[in-house]
């Protein structure tokens, strides 16, 4: 068991389009908390291959260029989670 200072990203939640366009309003549509972001990956449903990540986005859709780990950790203590 760790700390409340030792956070850890769960992003094992999966969803599957078939295009760019169609993940995207996915993101748009979605109710998920203030502390979340998306991962966009691409891969070939049989492959046994990793996904190659195409990029991160905010809750609205707008790109992120990296994930924001510590700027979703500060909105999450700051609504009394800890």
Not at 2 to 22: H, I, L, S
Not at 24 to 34: A, D, G, M, P, T
């Amino acid at each position: 068991m760790g700390t409340p200072q030792d956070w850890r990203a769960d992003e094992m939640v999966f969803y599957t389009c078939t295009n760019m366009n169609k993940a995207l309003e996915l993101i748009k549509k979605s109710h998920v908390v203030r502390w979340s972001w998306w991962e966009i990956q691409v891969q070939d449903m049989n492959s046994l291959e990793w996904p190659e990540h195409v990029g991160y986005y905010g809750r609205r859709g707008g790109k992120l260029a990296n994930p924001p780990y510590e700027k979703c950790v500060e909105i999450y203590k700051k609504e009394g989670h800890t």
